[in-house]
């Protein structure tokens, strides 16, 4: 939270709202980042799957060369390389027992007033908010 400002938050969620609407409106599919990853490792996966995944991968990488102090990569992780690969795979294992992720739930779930998807986004916001005051405590 070193670098947030208003600005950057709007122009990341404007940017994110733009990718979701260009899915939908070129492909029908809704931009859940779980679904298109397991869609992905699935024998004959379009190619669309696969340049939305390049374009998050080319995302980050371009933000890292252009404003390099907003993405500290994993040196900068409390957790180190091994913690933030077990966490991504947590994290891959809740989104699969819950239906779906926090951009399928809290995207556009909630953007179509999904009741599935506002208990979905409650329930994983409270749990991160749950994890960051165990892991803060725990540290001292």
């Not at 239906?99 to 999904?114: A, E, V």
């Amino acid at each position: 939270m070193d670098h947030f400002t208003p600005a950057t938050a709007l122009a990341g969620g404007g940017l994110i709202g733009l990718a979701a609407s260009l899915l939908i409106v070129t492909t029908g599919r809704c931009a859940g980042v779980s679904g298109i990853v397991d869609g992905a490792l699935r024998r004959d996966s379009p190619a669309w799957r696969w340049a939305f995944l390049g374009g998050l991968v080319a995302g980050g990488a371009l933000l890292r060369v252009v404003a390099p102090a907003m993405v500290p990569g994993l040196a900068g992780s409390a957790l180190g390389p091994m913690g933030v690969a077990v966490a991504g795979v947590v994290v891959g294992f809740g989104a699969r027992v819950g239906g779906g992720c926090t951009s399928g739930h809290g995207i556009i779930g909630n953007s179509r007033l999904s009741p599935r998807s506002v208990v979905a986004t409650i329930t994983f916001m409270a749990a991160g908010f749950a994890t960051v005051a165990v892991l803060r405590s725990l540290r001292g």
